[in-house]
């Protein structure tokens, strides 16, 4: 079964910056696309950031310039970068995995951004 477990939430002002992670069980190569999802309380779950694995890479229009997603193959990991936090990125951050017609998730992280 494979397992992703999300690390790096938290409380922050806005304008500072965290970096949430995401270690995949498996090997990271084997998924055709890595992702970063988010969801705010009563709002539908929304992409922030995919990366499928031949490149391509996309972001939801309002974190465009602000958030980086990157992997580190050699520790299964793959990382959101979030600068210039706002309070409107507090939400669950979900990291996300696609091999072939499945899908994986993490169990979400909290990011909070208030001043």
């Known amino acids: 079964q494979v397992q992703l477990v999300e690390s790096g939430g938290g409380l922050v002002q806005p304008g500072e910056s965290l970096r949430l992670s995401c270690v995949i069980s498996e090997n990271i190569d084997d998924f055709s696309a890595v992702a970063w999802y988010r969801q705010a309380p009563g709002k539908q779950r929304e992409a922030v950031a995919i990366?499928?694995?031949?490149?391509?890479?996309k972001y939801g229009t309002s974190v465009l310039g602000r958030f980086a997603i990157d992997k580190i193959i050699a520790k299964n990991t793959v990382i959101l970068q979030m600068n210039n936090l706002k309070p409107e990125d507090s939400a669950v951050y979900f990291c996300?995995?696609?091999?072939?017609?499945?899908?994986?998730w993490g169990q979400g992280t909290q990011v909070t951004v208030s001043s």
């Open positions: 990366m499928p694995i031949h490149g391509g890479t």
């Open positions: 996300n995995a696609v091999r072939y017609s499945s899908q994986y």
